[in-house]
């Protein structure tokens, strides 16, 4: 399987800046798109951006002009740049990836165990 593993998270005020990343490694022979979710306390799990191997981003409406989500395919590696951030900005950021292996036509999803974000007032 594929390990996800995230890091970047941290206590920042608000207006600050944050960058996550999340670094994949296993046995998996293309990773197609990986993406960032989050979930706050007594909050259902949300997106906030995905990327594609080639390069193709979405973004949840109240992240636009706000996060920038980049990959270094060569790295397997997934970035997202949080900027400008807010106290509602505030919970756990995993990354999730949609893989193929050597083994299998099947796609599959792994996630990380996330890393937290908190955004004082």
């Known amino acids: 399987q594929v390990q996800l593993v995230e890091s970047g998270g941290g206590l920042v005020q608000a207006g600050g800046s944050l960058r996550l990343s999340c670094v994949a490694s296993?046995?998996?022979?293309?990773?197609?798109?990986m993406a960032w979710y989050r979930q706050a306390p007594e909050k259902q799990r949300a997106l906030v951006a995905s990327i594609t191997s080639g390069g193709s981003t979405a973004y949840a409406d109240s992240m636009k002009g706000r996060f920038a989500i980049s990959r270094d395919n060569a790295k397997n590696t997934v970035y997202l740049q949080m900027n400008s951030l807010k106290p509602e900005d505030t919970a756990r950021y995993y990354c999730?990836?949609?893989?193929?292996?050597?083994?299998?036509?099947?796609?599959?999803?792994?996630w990380g165990q996330g890393t937290q974000v908190t955004v004082s007032s």
């Open positions: 999730r990836v949609v893989f193929t292996t050597t083994s299998s036509v099947s796609q599959y999803i792994n």
């Open positions: 296993g046995s998996f022979l293309r990773i197609y798109e």
